[in-house]
């Protein structure tokens, strides 16, 4: 699924929700997009998962508590992008 809007300053940026089989690479090619642009993105405090700074809850655990430093996008995107997904998708929990 592609996320994009043109009023919002990373519209021209590739954009796509983790899919369930995501490979190691894919997850590494994410992790440095998002390094590149962190204040685009903010970590959720509940789960570490590094969510669009729009987003008024995380999607996976519908937290509300986010970091939004700079610093710490880029050392979550470094940990996200180094690992396999370890949370449960939608689609397992119906």
């Known amino acids: 699924m592609r996320i994009a809007s043109t009023s919002w300053p990373g519209a021209g940026l590739n954009r796509f929700t ?3 089989n995501e490979s190691l ?3 590494g090619e994410r992790a440095e997009q998002i390094k ?3 204040e685009l993105y903010k970590v959720c405090e509940g789960c570490e998962s590094i969510v ?3 987003a008024a809850t995380c999607p996976n655990c519908h937290g509300y508590r986010f970091d939004f430093s700079s610093v710490r996008v880029r050392s979550q ?3 996200l ?3 396999l997904p370890t ?3 939608p689609s397992e929990l119906m």
Request: charged share 45%; aromatic share 0%.
């Open 81 to 83: 992008g180094k690992r």
């Open 52 to 54: 669009v700074a729009e």
């Open 87 to 89: 949370s449960v998708p």
């Open 36 to 38: 590149r642009r962190p």
């Open 25 to 27: 690479e894919a997850r």
């Open 18 to 20: 983790m899919a369930e």
């Open 77 to 79: 995107a470094d940990i």
